[in-house]
């Protein structure tokens, strides 16, 4: 985010009541009316969704100085997603009406949000066209380089994703289970593509994993229901 559109969003929502939430404590429920739109001051919050097997499955992830839930603020429609906190989070919740006219009246404000809905629009079709087209393997490789594109700092050559993640994580966002995709991953470790830093994910070479996209792997063809 460009520093003065978000200085303009710290001065606002400042102005409103701080809430700290947990890890793994929900934020918004899904099919809930929001209390409010959200700044993201500190942490890592997912949005998904949740079906009638149970499973979930990963849709966002937002990032300090990202404001949510804006499809039902913006676009005036029923919320239907949870957002729940990967990380201790703490934001400021601001009223929807309040929001709306403060981004109408801040066109730099604006722009970046355009630009951040954009990136997420592209995680999304990418992370789709996975879930329909590739096997589990490929849903965890691509799940992988989405977070390390968005979230990867670098260091040493490799890619650091610069928030503690399990691998339950990396499950909701590639829509299998914890199970696949623990084998998954240590595959993708045993392969040398990918390793850890005590909590965090690192990718050793982007190239490489960009490959396991469209690697198949007969374990893993058949489709895990989610």
Same mark, same amino acid.
Request: glycine fraction near 8%; hydrophobic fraction near 45%.
């Given at each position: 985010?460009?520093?003065?559109?978000?200085?303009?969003?710290? &001065?606002?929502?400042?102005?409103?009541?701080?809430?700290?939430?947990?890890?793994?404590?929900? =934020? =918004?429920?899904? &099919?809930?009316? @929001?209390?409010?739109?959200?700044?993201?001051?500190?942490?890592?919050?997912?949005?998904?969704?949740?079906?009638?097997?149970?499973?979930?499955?990963?849709?966002?992830?937002?990032?300090?100085?990202?404001?949510?839930?804006?499809?039902?603020?913006?676009?005036?429609?029923?919320? $239907? /997603?949870?957002?729940?906190?990967?990380?201790?989070?703490?934001?400021?919740?601001? @009223?929807? +009406?309040?929001?709306?006219?403060?981004?109408?009246?801040?066109?730099?404000?604006? /722009?970046?949000?355009?630009?951040?809905?954009? =990136?997420?629009?592209?995680?999304?079709?990418?992370?789709?066209?996975?879930?329909?087209?590739?096997?589990?393997?490929?849903?965890?490789?691509?799940?992988?380089?989405?977070?390390?594109?968005?979230?990867?700092?670098?260091?040493?050559?490799?890619?650091?994703?610069?928030? #503690?993640? +399990?691998?339950?994580?990396?499950?909701?966002?590639?829509? +299998?289970?914890?199970?696949?995709?623990?084998?998954?991953?240590?595959?993708?470790?045993?392969?040398?593509?990918?390793?850890? =830093?005590?909590?965090?994910?690192? +990718?050793? #070479?982007?190239?490489?994993?960009?490959?396991?996209?469209?690697?198949?792997? $007969?374990?893993? &063809? $058949?489709?895990?229901?989610?």
């Amino acid at each position: 985010m460009e520093s003065a559109a978000l200085d303009k969003l710290s &001065d606002f929502f400042s102005k409103y009541k701080q809430l700290t939430y947990t890890k793994g404590e929900i =934020i =918004i429920r899904e &099919d809930d009316e @929001p209390a409010g739109v959200y700044f993201l001051k500190n942490g890592y919050v997912r949005m998904g969704s949740i079906f009638e097997s149970g499973g979930e499955l990963t849709l966002n992830i937002f990032k300090p100085g990202s404001f949510f839930p804006m499809i039902w603020a913006i676009g005036e429609l029923k919320n $239907s /997603y949870f957002c729940q906190a990967m990380t201790e989070v703490k934001v400021y919740r601001a @009223p929807r +009406v309040e929001v709306i006219k403060f981004v109408k009246e801040n066109p730099e404000v604006l /722009y970046d949000l355009t630009k951040r809905i954009l =990136i997420g629009l592209d995680g999304m079709i990418t992370n789709i066209q996975y879930l329909m087209f590739g096997n589990s393997y490929n849903r965890i490789a691509a799940a992988i380089l989405l977070l390390a594109k968005r979230f990867g700092e670098k260091l040493d050559g490799k890619i650091v994703i610069n928030f #503690n993640l +399990v691998h339950q994580d990396i499950a909701h966002l590639a829509g +299998v289970t914890r199970e696949t995709a623990s084998i998954a991953i240590k595959q993708l470790e045993n392969k040398g593509v990918i390793g850890r =830093i005590k909590k965090k994910f690192v +990718v050793k #070479n982007m190239g490489k994993l960009t490959k396991e996209l469209f690697v198949g792997a $007969s374990e893993f &063809d $058949s489709p895990v229901a989610i």
